[in-house]
């Protein structure tokens, strides 16, 4: 089991080292919105394709789609989620502040209490819409109304036909879909876990109905054996039906994958049955036929929608705290993520021993070898042991040193992450030496 670590010593680490921070900062910040730096915007892309490559490229049935952010009310209208997308909020009568009700202390057992100040007496529990209303055109009417998508799949419904029309497929297969999503939370927080824009990575699995439990199934288990094939500790997941009260009004069945986050068990992708739901509702709603049909049967039938859907950026900071860990090297502590190479922000980094003038053609060199195989930092600035420990803190699994020997016997040496471990390698046989470590 990976250690215990808080998420203020995460945010910290985030922040320092260039993988998230905290939006509008010059000014104040503005709530629960982040920018991600230099380090996070690789970690965060090798969290997508490494969820791309599973889930597209290493499948024959599954395609890919990127559908648009502002949309047509009709849609959501169809989709029930302005009906159904909704937060019950009360507000504390003694301090004034504003609460979703069922996540409230006590709510459950009928006796909540006031996160701010303690108190018990609530206003009456009203809806909230979760959508972000914005308007089209010049003049903001209610002919001109639009909505920022709260989720990536209603894309994948309405574009249903001109899928099966385009690349032939039959039940079962996928559309598969990473975009941003959109969502007025009332209370995020947790540092990048619940935020009001995040990033989606969501795949609708098309299954003929009378297979919907069989693939639920198949899906739970692919998805949770995705985490663990990418450094997560079992232990550190599993698998929640949803109660028949949390189910979604387009659910069936739902299940989530849940990491044991600081805080406690919090979900990282819910898997869920939509039955035909979504496809008959838009049918209804556009007058369009929505249904495959068997040309060898004539045999015709509205798909039932299994959805693994899962957060890229929520799903990045799993794979952090999963990682985080310390050690002591030489009687020095250390700090080391140990990401998998697929997920780390560079795989490999190049540390010319020092600045002289003799080394750096050679250090270059190197760098330009391993750039076409692998993400490479490049650095030259303060000790080497320093400098190794600034990687192994941003969690890359190799570096690679060039020193004055290298000049007479054109070889490097490589450093492990996590063993520690130096091996001398020569120049020509570099780049098959990373590779074969890497595992790629």
Not at 182 to 202: A, D, K, L, S
Not at 212 to 220: G, I, K, V
């Amino acid at each position: 089991m990976p250690m215990a670590v808080s998420m203020e010593e995460v945010a910290r680490l985030c922040k320092a080292r260039g993988f998230v921070y905290p939006s509008a900062e010059i000014y104040g910040g503005f709530r629960s919105t982040y920018d991600y730096g230099p380090l996070g915007v690789l970690m965060l892309r090798n969290v997508k394709e490494a969820w791309w490559r599973s889930m597209v490229q290493l499948r024959q049935e599954v395609v890919g789609l990127d559908a648009a952010i502002l949309s047509s009310p009709r849609i959501w209208e169809a989709s029930g989620h302005l009906a159904n997308f909704t937060d019950p909020l009360v507000d504390c009568r003694r301090c004034k502040q504003r609460w979703r009700w069922d996540q409230l202390p006590g709510a459950e057992d009928g006796h909540p209490s006031c996160p701010n100040c303690g108190a018990s007496d609530f206003t009456e529990a009203r809806p909230f819409n979760l959508m972000f209303k914005t308007f089209v055109g010049p003049v903001e009417d209610e002919g001109s109304v639009a909505y920022l998508r709260p989720e990536t799949a209603q894309g994948h419904f309405v574009n249903f036909a001109n899928v099966l029309q385009t690349e032939h497929l039959r039940p079962p297969f996928g559309i598969a879909q990473m975009g941003k999503s959109f969502r007025n939370e009332i209370t995020p927080g947790n540092f990048v876990f619940r935020t009001r824009e995040f990033e989606q990575m969501e795949l609708e699995y098309f299954v003929p109905p009378d297979e919907a439990d069989r693939w639920l199934e198949y899906w739970c288990n692919e998805r949770l054996e995705w985490y663990v094939r990418l450094g997560i500790p079992r232990e550190m997941l599993r698998l929640r039906a949803h109660t028949p009260e949390e189910l979604s009004h387009y659910s069936s069945g739902t299940f989530d994958v849940e990491f044991a986050f600081p805080w406690g068990w919090g979900e990282l992708e819910g898997i869920a049955n939509r039955t035909d739901y979504d496809l008959k509702a838009h049918a209804k709603a556009s007058g369009q036929v929505l249904e495959f049909s068997d040309p060898a049967t004539g045999e015709r039938y509205v798909p039932y929608v299994i959805e693994p859907a899962a957060g890229a950026t929520r799903t990045m900071m799993a794979f952090i705290i999963a990682a985080y860990s310390s050690d002591e090297v030489g009687g020095e502590p250390r700090t080391v993520l140990r990401l998998h190479p697929r997920l780390a922000p560079y795989q490999v980094a190049v540390l010319p021993l020092s600045k002289k003038d003799v080394l750096v053609p050679v250090a270059k060199e190197v760098l330009q070898l391993l750039q076409p195989v692998a993400m490479c930092d490049y650095d030259d600035t303060r000790s080497i042991g320093r400098r190794y420990r600034r990687q192994d803190e941003i969690g890359t699994p190799l570096c690679v040193t060039v020193d004055f020997a290298t000049l007479q016997d054109r070889a490097v040496t490589i450093r492990d992450r996590d063993t520690t471990e130096q091996v001398r390698v020569p120049i020509d046989e570099l780049v098959e030496a990373v590779s074969a470590r890497l595992s790629w």
